[in-house]
């Protein structure tokens, strides 16, 4: 069987379930989807994006959830908020150390 290429533990979505834990945002059925969501949009969007790709991993996720999470993820400093016509949503990255529930400092961007 040939051999994968390495995964980048920073993006991976166990080391951002981690990352929530460290935080005290225990990994539900929603939060996982969303977070998988936001790994695969891989850039900042708006949250019914967020939710519609959620959807795909989790169908009972709802609008609620997906803002009260990211609301949260903000709070703790673990993604970024653009505001635009509507908030657009991004994750940070994480330090080097995948255990560590820090995101890396990153410079302010907008994405239009």
């Known amino acids: 069987m ?3 290429p390495p995964q980048d533990p920073l993006t991976t979505l166990e080391a951002w379930k ?3 834990r460290g935080h005290g945002l225990g990994p539900t059925a929603p939060r996982v989807a969303i977070l998988t969501a936001m790994l695969e949009l891989e850039r900042s969007t708006d949250a019914v994006i967020i939710l519609q790709r959620a959807r795909l991993h989790c169908p009972s ?3 609620d959830t997906t803002y009260r999470f990211l609301r949260a993820l903000l709070r ?3 993604i970024e908020a653009t505001p635009q016509r509507r908030t ?3 994750l940070r990255a994480l330090e080097s150390d995948p255990a560590s529930p820090t995101p890396a400092a990153l410079p302010n961007r907008n994405n239009s």
């Open 18 to 20: 981690r990352c929530c």
């Open 88 to 90: 657009h949503w991004r």
């Open 61 to 63: 996720t709802s609008l």
């Open 76 to 78: 703790h400093g673990l």
């Open 2 to 4: 040939p051999e994968l």
